[in-house]
DNA sequence: ACCGAACTACAACGAGCGTTGCACTTTTTA
DNA sequence: TAAAAAGTGCAACGCTCGTTGTAGTTCGGT
């Protein structure tokens, strides 16, 4: 021992090793399904374990704290992602430097929907988790509960707020002096509906009933905002 | 034994003892709390007969399909319970017979959101239920899922539909062909807009607040369904 | 090829759960 | 008041689960 061991260890604490990490997402990664399919109480370790092709013993290896480490982990890492899934979509939609003409409004708007919406198809197991958060508000700690919600449905609504601004800046829309109220009432009148009707998208609805819905949402809302 | 046997064998038969059936009504009351502060899999029977003031092998007696069965008759129970109070609601503010007039149009439709809101303050037991009814649908029967969301839901959404349809018959409303959509519309506006918020009336939110949200989006409702 | 780290299989533990049977007490009812 | 119905307390069963220790195995970096 001496200076070579002190470099060790200088240079083992600097570095995060991209290795244990890249494992540990996979971990959570197959957890999202399994906390999602069976919600946290029947969600055992074994099944954890298996859906990540890992032995029980590596699982409490890489989270020290047990299944409740691995659930915080997850709901943390999943929001993230999903979050910036959203934040991509709408930047492809609404490119806020070139606000599209008022002819093609609405049509936008329903592009915008329709790419809400998809999030629902494309991360089933992320929203299976949201449907147990919701329903475990008491039993989830506080502090996840937030860093969740203000990274997911709170960034969501930020960006879209901004968009709504973009929009009324242009003369586009009117929203009435509170462009986060517009970008509340836009999900609701599209995403919360659907989600509400297809039960979080368990129910199946046909794609023309969906459809139907997102225009006629997005119709609602444009003669609820559009500039007079 | 003889023909007096027969003769309670058929009074028995005939008559539902209204002692059991009430009985059973306040366990599942109580067994209501438990669940919806609980999830189906954390509620024990231990804790579903203690809050019942019961024991449980008198919970057994009264239910012999056990746990099962009795969150099944809990879910079908509080549902009719609340939708019936829902729908008191409604004609309470209401009244088919005699529509609004036009300047009060919005005034009524604000206090009809005001008093969907105000169920979430009412019935926090049975809403509570209902987050773990949508985070555990795969798990509930679907005969069950199926009753509830007739006898819930789905009823207040006719109801809703008809009153609609009712006020675009008098000149109010422009429904735009679909008075169901602009009942949904409004529940969307209104009272799914703060569960989502106020994460099913669990997260506090300020009354001031909430007024705010109400009245923005029947005023949004408004301006998207006022008749031309 | 080697060394250390990561991983696995296996067994065990303590606790909690749903459910049932049994003997006993209370309440309702005729 | 006496029979019958309803309720109680207790013990027990079998099962699942979270978690940990240990000894042996695989694997990545040098």
């Known amino acids: 021992m001496g200076s070579g061991n002190e470099a060790w260890l200088e240079q083992a604490r600097r570095e995060v ?3 244990k990490l890249a494992k540990q997402m996979a971990i959570a990664s197959a957890a999202c399904g399994v906390f999602g399919r069976e919600g946290y109480a ?3 370790v074994d099944t954890l374990a298996a859906e990540a092709g890992i032995s029980t013993r590596t699982l409490y290896n890489h989270f020290p704290g047990g299944k409740a480490e691995l659930f915080r982990t997850v ?3 999943t929001s993230g992602e ?3 899934a959203q934040l991509a979509r709408m930047a492809a939609v609404l490119d806020p430097e070139r606000p599209p003409r008022a002819e093609d409004l609405e049509r936008e708007l329903v592009a915008l929907a329709r790419a809400f919406v998809g999030l629902l198809a494309d991360y089933p197991n992320h929203f299976a988790l949201v449907r147990h958060i919701h329903a475990e508000v008491d039993h989830v700690p506080a502090e996840v509960l937030a860093a969740w919600r203000d990274a997911g449905p709170g960034a969501a609504g930020r960006a879209l707020a901004d968009a709504m601004a973009s929009l009324a800046a242009a003369g586009l829309l009117d929203v009435h002096g509170d462009p986060a109220l517009a970008a509340q009432h836009f999900l609701a009148l599209t995403s919360h ?8 998208g368990v129910l199946p609805l046909a794609p023309a009933e969906a459809d139907r819905l997102i225009t006629g949402g997005v119709a609602a809302f444009v003669r609820a905002y559009r500039a007079a």
Chains 1, 2 share one sequence.
Not at 193 to 200: A, D, E, F, H, P
């Open 17 to 19: 090793p991209p290795r």
């Open 42 to 44: 029947r969600a055992s």
């Open 193 to 200: 509906l659907i989600v509400q009707l297809s039960s979080y």
């Open 82 to 84: 999903v979050a910036q």
């Open 75 to 77: 709901v943390s890492w």
